[in-house]
Every structure is written in C-alpha cells, then in structure tokens.
C-alpha cells in the first residue's frame, strides 16, 4: 500500500476492441495507479455511450469483451474496482440532483457539446438543434460519476479535462449552497501518449480505421504495419537529442508514428540503432518494419493467450461486475443520502 492512498476514477466507453492508443493512452496508466496502491475505481461507461447512438447497440456484448481484453492486459478486478455505470443507478440519482444546480449556458459551452453541434448543423438540410437532453447533459453525468465516488483524482486525456473542471464547478456550487457535502476532485494527466494512427494520421481511433489491435496476431500485424506509408525519404534531424519527443515531430508522421511505436515496445540500443539509420539516412524502411512487426507481436502474444484463457471467460467478467457492483454501491448510495440530507429531501425511506 502505498503512503497516501488516493481515490481514483475513471470512465471508458464500451467502444469493443482495444488498441494501441487506448492502451498507452489510458489502459497503461491505470494499471499503473492500480499497482501504485490507490483506491482504483474503473467503470465502463454505458449510460454515456447512450448519447450518441440513434438505433440498439449490443453494449452488453461490447462491454464483457472489453472486459475480457482489460483482464488479459493486467487490469485486476480485485485490486481495482471495475463496474458498469448501470450498475450503479444512482448515479443517475446523483446527475438529477446535481442537475439543478448547473447552469445551461455553461453546458452549452462545453467543447464536446459544441463541436457535435456544429457538425450536425452544417449539414445542409439540418435544421434547429437536433441534438438530444442527454448529450447536453453528458457532464452533469459525468460530474455524478466523479462525485459519486468521492475521488481525488480522475485521469483523463486531454480532451476531458474540460469536464472534470465542469465537474469541480458543479461540486463547488452544491456545497456553496447546500453546504459542504461533496469532495472536489482534480484533474490528472494520464502521462498520456497520444498515439498516431498507422495512418499517420494524428490520433489513432476506431472511426478513424487506423488502429494497431492488442488482440491482432502475428499475421495481422505484418499486414498492417508493412501497409504503413514510408515512401518519404528520412527528413534531416535538427537536433542531437534522441528522445522521441524531439526527433518524431521533424519526421514524415506515419514514419514517426513507427519510431514512436519501436521506442515503446523494443530495448533502447533497437531504438537507438533504428535511428541513427534514419540520420545516415540509408535504406532500412523495410527492416524497421518487420523489427517492429516482431515486438508488437511479442507484446500482443501474452495478452491474446491470457484474453482466450478459460479462466477469463464472460461469465468470469460477469461475476466480478457483480461482485464489483456490490462493493461500490454502498459508497454511491452514501454520496447520494448526503446530497439528499443537504438539499432537504432527506433520506430514502425504503433504502435502510
Ligand atoms: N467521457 C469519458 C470519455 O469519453 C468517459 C467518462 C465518463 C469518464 N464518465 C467519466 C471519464 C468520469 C472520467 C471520469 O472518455
């Protein structure tokens, strides 16, 4: 255990596979908290992925083989608390209550908000704000996650962090007027790496299509990095330094974005090797690839076998949520019957 052990919490969306960006944007980080000693809480997001979809999605589904890859990559759901948000309605509770005390405008701003909005209505015929209460609503349900739970710290990417201070925002408002009730938290960085697509393209995501799987085989693997655009030739360094952070940006991107990936996954002198080829500037796209091509299977190897282990089956997922559920309900319900007390409603009478 460590010193001083925090509450942690974050949320992930029941997006279905994992890949590389998920896992060094966030997966990696959490396991990191998890064996630092903290009180982890980890939940899959589903009340939320509701905001956007127009006709049934197999969450349920999504969510256990999501699951199964989380277990699979070191994510322990018994040193950590991992739970499905619907399994705790009271958060819902929760976002009603504090629904009241957030002001329109100030969801209105929100970045994620806005950006929907203007992609929906500059779509020719579009007309009025089709967008539904509950997108608007998404931080308030957020904030609830976050209160919820009483965290300390929530680590998101960067494009979160707006709601976690909407989230600070809303806490201060309730305590100022129902008095001090709830804990305010902050915002972590994740340490994150935004990881390029295989593409190149600045971020590596699902809708994007240029995603590196943790669960893709040896095969797949290949495939997909020797498809990788490396027909620029090396660009010249203008600096001596080799830390990613200041040779990837002076690279063509999708040959950085297989620098980025070598520096994470192979042994230093393998790095550093690679890249005094791209200073000499000789040929060596195709070695880098296949060098590449062997680490990232080496990597996904364990992960793919510890995914297919019997042990870590969807009725194993489905009793640790279980299980899970039950240890965090107590501590929602708590938050929930304080909020109640504070604003005057007073206690559920048929909660004991
Ligand atoms: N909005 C987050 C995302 O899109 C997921 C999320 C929901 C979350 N509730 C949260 C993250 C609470 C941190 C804390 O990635």
């Known amino acids: 255990m460590s010193e001083k052990q925090e509450i942690i919490l974050s949320g992930i969306r029941p997006t279905g596979r994992l890949h590389y960006g998920n896992y060094f944007g ?48 070191g994510l322990d759901p018994v040193k950590s608390v991992i739970y499905r948000q619907s399994d705790l309605p009271c958060t819902a509770e929760l976002a009603l209550l504090l629904g009241m005390v957030t002001n329109i405008g100030h969801l209105e701003r929100g970045t994620t908000y806005k950006d929907k909005l203007s992609k929906l209505t500059s779509k020719p015929g579009s007309e009025g704000n089709p967008l539904s209460y509950g997108l608007l ?24 962090r707006q709601h976690v201070e909407m989230t600070m925002d809303i806490a201060q408002k309730f305590n100022h007027r129902f008095g001090e009730t709830l804990k305010i938290p902050r915002a972590t960085s994740r340490k994150a790496l935004r990881l390029p697509g295989l593409d190149g393209g600045a971020k590596m995501g699902k809708s994007e299509h240029n995603t590196l799987d943790l669960l893709d085989d040896e095969k797949t693997v290949l495939k997909k990095i020797k498809a990788v655009q490396t027909s620029t030739d090396p660009l010249p360094l203008d600096t001596d330094s080799d830390l990613p952070e200041a040779v990837i940006p002076q690279m063509p991107p999708s040959v950085g974005m297989l620098y980025r990936l070598l520096n994470l996954l192979a042994p230093e002198d393998v790095y550093l090797d690679f890249l005094g080829k791209y200073r000499r500037k000789e040929k060596f796209y195709g070695m880098l690839k296949t060098t590449l091509a062997q680490h990232v299977s080496a990597f996904n190897a364990p992960i793919i076998e510890r995914f297919n282990d019997p042990e870590n089956s969807p009725e194993y997922v489905e009793d640790f949520l279980r299980e899970n559920a039950k240890k965090v309900t107590p501590v929602g319900l708590a938050t929930v019957e304080a909020c109640r007390e504070a604003i005057g409603i007073g206690h559920s009478l048929y909660r004991a």
């Open 137 to 160: 609503g998404y931080p308030v349900l957020m904030a609830a996650d976050i209160l919820i739970v009483r965290a300390d710290k929530v680590p998101v990417g960067d494009d979160q």
């Open 26 to 73: 966030a997966v990696h980080h959490f396991i990191h908290l998890q064996e630092a000693g903290h009180r982890c809480y980890y939940f899959i997001a589903d009340y939320h992925a509701l905001t956007t979809i127009t006709e049934r999605v197999d969450f349920y589904r999504q969510t256990i083989d999501m699951l199964r890859t989380y277990v699979a990559c």
